[in-house]
């Protein structure tokens, strides 16, 4: 399938704004990272609304879109309700931020509510016409994407943030809500790389889903070369994708942000902040190499046409 | 009620009449298709079998006017829809170019009119049709392969142009493409094991293919 910028980067930025408030939401619930809040809930509202614009730029007729839009079955239908439902508890929650701590039942709220949008994300490409996305596997993915780049810039924030007075008394200052997140990042890097791996043991193995006819022709197309499914799927590994796959997804999306997550506990300050955020920068190439894989691959069961 | 097309493989010659006859029916645009004619083969008859030892024939592949249609599913505002005579169509008016259901659909036959911005595909000649027509594919089928009827009463209804040999007196073009022969006296004999449809996906194809002696190469059943 040819590749489909728009969508790819609406599935990034909609990955860092979730993960960003997922992970902001978690340390409120846990009563911890006062003074990150505001920044994350900024950062991740700004994701939102560029991963919003990402999708309109999809659209051949943005001008049509509310007009007769709301089929319940359809996973975009489904995006624009989850989309909407998590900017009201966003900007809710910024509010309560705003007006001192926020309560520990918001930032549950604020987890519960970006991992439900990243599962409504992901399950709108769950087609039964395209084996490579019709899987769990991109949940976990999508999952472990939204982990990783939100772990990554709660982790710079705090590295930059000034100890709340409050939370100094106790050992709940800024340096344990850095040390939390680098622990965070670390274990979302993890997530990453098995979601990775199980997707190079299971995208080999979709080699029966296509269906073949062995050799053929199509007149409209005289010259081109027959398409091969199955060929390209048992050798993406070591085919056209395989340096987008290891190089771009593994090393940079999933074992240098791990790396950074891992050795950052031992910077501090601006230093810190910015291994933090060259992690989450190469967090988010990675994502987008693999969504990349994931449109070449995305073929349809039946691609002769 | 479910219209569809029942293609006998058997006499299908690969003319192309009825991707041609479908351009010029339907204004489909330069480069696009609303049905293909795919030559499958020449694959060996048997495990190592070579030339000669090979057989072809001929697929005919557009828009399978499903059952469940999965591009109707994630349509956001119900511009692919299905109607009560089975056929899928697009409302052109309600269309925003979002080609999720040119994703959503297993045989790749949707694709997007970057003129108008919208999605298209095989109507099914819905204009034809409504009138009491057959589909142009069907009208001008070189070989008298397409039959076009009600899948609920069964395929061995389903209408074609009449053929030459079936006419009495008058057998010229306009004649025959005036009246009607039915698949079940038109066609050789076939076993239901011997009807085939395209990959199913949880869709069901409504469109139906008889090969007889040959190995079926598309998937499905």
């Known amino acids: ?305 | 009620m479910q219209y569809a097309i029942v293609t006998d493989l058997n006499r299908c010659v690969g003319c192309l009449n009825c991707t041609v006859a479908c351009k010029a029916a339907n204004s489909v645009d330069i480069g696009s298709f609303w049905i293909k004619t795919l030559r499958i083969g020449p694959n060996p008859k048997f495990e190592g079998a070579v030339c000669p030892d090979v057989e072809m024939y001929f697929l005919t592949v557009q828009c399978q006017h499903c059952e469940k249609p999965q591009c109707v599913e994630v349509c956001p505002t119900q511009a692919s829809h299905k109607r009560a005579d089975g056929t899928v169509q697009i409302d052109k008016s309600k269309c925003i170019g979002c080609q999720f259901c040119v994703m959503a659909c297993p045989y790749n036959v949707r694709y997007l009119n970057e003129e108008e911005r919208i999605v298209e595909k095989c109507t099914l000649c819905e204009q034809k049709i409504a009138q009491g027509e057959l589909p142009q594919c069907v009208m001008q089928c070189g070989a008298r392969a397409r039959f076009f009827g009600d899948l609920e009463a069964g395929i061995e209804s389903f209408e074609g142009p009449a053929e030459p040999s079936q006419m009495e007196e008058d057998k010229s073009y306009e004649k025959c493409q005036g009246e009607r022969s039915v698949l079940g006296s038109l066609l050789n004999p076939h076993k239901e094991s011997e009807v085939y449809s395209l990959p199913d996906v949880g869709n069901i194809p409504s469109f139906k293919f008889i090969l007889r002696e040959r190995t079926w190469q598309g998937g499905g059943r």
Not at chain 1, 46 to 56: D, P
Not at chain 1, 203 to 212: E, G, H, V
Not at chain 1, 258 to 280: E, I, P
């Open chain 1, 1 to 305: 399938m040819e590749l489909q910028w728009p969508l790819m980067f609406f599935t990034l930025f909609i990955c860092l704004g979730t993960g960003t408030f997922g992970v902001a939401g978690l340390l409120a619930g846990l009563n911890k990272a006062k003074e990150i809040q505001i920044p994350a809930v900024v950062v991740s509202l700004i994701a939102i609304v560029l991963g919003g614009l990402a999708s309109f730029l999809h659209l051949e007729h943005w001008d049509r879109a509310f007009n007769g839009f709301g089929h319940l079955t359809s996973g975009i239908t489904q995006e624009l309700i989850g989309i909407v439902v998590f900017a009201v508890v966003a900007i809710i929650y910024l509010v309560l931020a705003r007006r001192g701590a926020v309560p520990a039942w918001a930032g549950w709220l604020a987890l519960i509510v970006s991992v439900v949008l990243v599962i409504i994300m992901s399950a709108s490409y769950g087609m039964s016409a395209r084996p490579v996305w019709d899987t769990p596997l991109l949940w976990l993915y999508y999952l472990s994407n939204a982990a990783l780049s939100g772990a990554l810039v709660v982790l710079a924030i705090s590295a930059l943030a000034k100890p709340d007075a409050e939370s100094a008394k106790g050992s709940q200052g800024s340096s344990a809500i850095f040390t939390l997140s680098a622990k965070l990042a670390l274990g979302a890097a993890v997530l990453t790389l098995i979601a990775l791996l199980a997707y190079a043991v299971f995208i080999p193995s979709l080699s029966p889903s296509f269906t073949s006819v062995g050799n053929y022709f199509d007149p409209t197309q005289p010259t081109k070369v027959m398409d091969d499914p199955q060929g390209m799927l048992s050798g993406f590994l070591t085919g056209d994708q395989a340096l987008l796959f290891w190089v771009g997804a593994l090393v940079l999306g999933a074992l240098v942000p791990g790396a950074a997550a891992f050795f950052v506990t031992r910077q501090q300050g601006t230093t810190a902040a910015s291994t933090a955020g060259v992690a989450a920068l190469c967090a988010l190439a990675g994502a987008l190499c693999f969504r990349v894989v994931l449109y070449a691959l995305g073929f349809s069961v039946f691609v002769f046409y």
